[in-house]
T-cell receptor
Framework: LAKTTQPISMDSYEGQEVNITCSHNNIATNDYITWYQQFPSQGPRFIIQGYKTKVTNEVASLFIPADRKSSTLSLPRVSLSDTAVYYCLVGLYNQGGKLIFGQGTELSVKP | DTGVSQNPRHKITKRGQNVTFRCDPISEHNRLYWYRQTLGQGPEFLTYFQNEAQLEKSRLLSDRFSAERPKGSFSTLEIQRTEQGDSAMYLC??????????????FGPGTRLTVT
């Protein structure tokens, strides 16, 4: 499974757009890119999944360049409640199976 | 449906004791997963079921660990002869794979195990 690299932590302020980039240089042809969010003392929660170009939902956008060796999760106008750990995962997640989590990015949103 | 539920939410046990955790997945989901998470780390996969069949087990799942999903609904995870290193959050998740739709796992709140 492709290994991912993302910043350990990031700081932001309320109302700002936050972009978290994940590197996955050895992503396989059939791999999807998925992001999960985890608040303290809770299980992770699915945010978004994509294969190429751009995906947008009501929570976030996911940008994937043509070579797919990296991806960027974009959170528009963050609030204090977006303070959480964000995980980037790469794998055959369109077909089910186990999730492989890295260390994630701890996002801290300040007032 | 209220989502994935886990019981108990917290468990404190003495080293050497056996513990059992229960997970109730979302009712129509056919896959159920167990993960373990220690402080500051992402969740680590332990095992998963498709209905009642256990399809994959991690090397992390030593012979002291056993998981069952007897009727393809709820699941139990048992740890025998607990060790201090077993202290962690045990997470359960469920999913329903639908071709053409984004695949996601729905996680429960976890059971926090403390072995003293």
């Amino acid at each position: 499974l492709a290994k991912t690299t993302q910043p350990i932590s990031m700081d932001s302020y309320e109302g700002q757009e936050v972009n978290i980039t994940c590197s996955h240089n050895n992503i396989a042809t059939n791999d999807y890119i998925t992001w999960y969010q985890q608040f303290p003392s809770q299980g992770p929660r699915f945010i978004i999944q994509g294969y190429k170009t751009k995906v947008t939902n009501e929570v976030a956008s996911l940008f994937i360049p043509a070579d797919r060796k990296s991806s960027t999760l974009s959170l528009p106008r963050v609030s204090l409640s977006d303070t959480a750990v964000y995980y980037c995962l790469v794998g055959l997640y369109n077909q089910g199976g186990k999730l492989i989590f890295g260390q994630g990015t701890e996002l801290s949103v300040k007032p | 449906d209220t989502g994935v539920s886990q019981n108990p939410r917290h468990k404190i046990t003495k080293r050497g004791q056996n513990v059992t955790f229960r997970c109730d997945p979302i009712s129509e989901h056919n896959r159920l997963y167990w993960y373990r998470q220690t402080l500051g780390q992402g969740p680590e996969f332990l095992t998963y079921f498709q209905n009642e069949a256990q399809l994959e087990k991690s090397r992390l799942l030593s012979d002291r660990f056993s998981a069952e999903r007897p009727k393809g609904s709820f699941s139990t995870l048992e740890i025998q002869r607990t060790e201090q290193g077993d202290s962690a959050m045990y997470l359960c998740a469920s999913s329903l794979v639908v071709l053409g739709s984004p695949y996601e796992q729905y996680f429960g709140p976890g059971t926090r195990l403390t072995v003293t």
